[in-house]
């Protein structure tokens, strides 16, 4: 069974930093997108960032660019999130999700919400002073 469970969401004044983690059982993502989601209130869901095998490539969402990396550690077992200069239009849940990467194929590794089949549970991540 392939869990999901992320950590690291916090209250955060403006300018300030988080890491969120993302701790993956069940699962050997070497070939599986990895993406992080947030949903503000009131909002969709939002792809922030992801890393997918298949086509080898990163993403980031436009206004994360810059401000924004996410990463794995070696065994792939934990995806991280470094948020540096955080913005309160940032405040939002954060979602870790994965998928085959064989179902984001015909998106070009494009990470879509619906594609994606497991998620974590959601990290709440409020940027206010």
């Known amino acids: 069974e392939v869990q999901l469970v992320e950590s690291g969401g916090a209250l955060v004044q403006p300018g300030g930093s988080l890491r969120l983690s993302c701790a993956a059982s069940?699962?050997?993502?070497?070939?599986?997108?990895i993406a992080w989601f947030r949903q503000a209130p009131g909002m969709e869901r939002e792809a922030v960032s992801c890393?997918?095998?298949?086509?080898?490539?990163?993403y980031y969402e436009d206004s994360v660019k810059g401000r924004f990396t996410i990463s794995t550690d070696n065994a792939k077992t934990m995806v991280y999130l470094q948020m540096d200069s955080l913005k309160p239009e940032d405040t939002a849940v954060y979602y870790c999700?994965?998928?085959?990467?064989?179902?984001?194929?015909?998106?070009?590794?494009?990470?879509?919400?619906?594609?994606?089949?497991?998620w974590g549970q959601g990290t709440q991540v409020t940027v206010s002073s």
């Open positions: 890393i997918s095998s298949g086509v080898a490539g990163t």
């Open positions: 999700a994965v998928t085959p990467n064989y179902r984001t194929y015909y998106s070009g590794g494009y990470p879509l919400a619906h594609l994606y089949d497991y």
């Open positions: 069940g699962v050997t993502l070497d070939d599986y997108d």
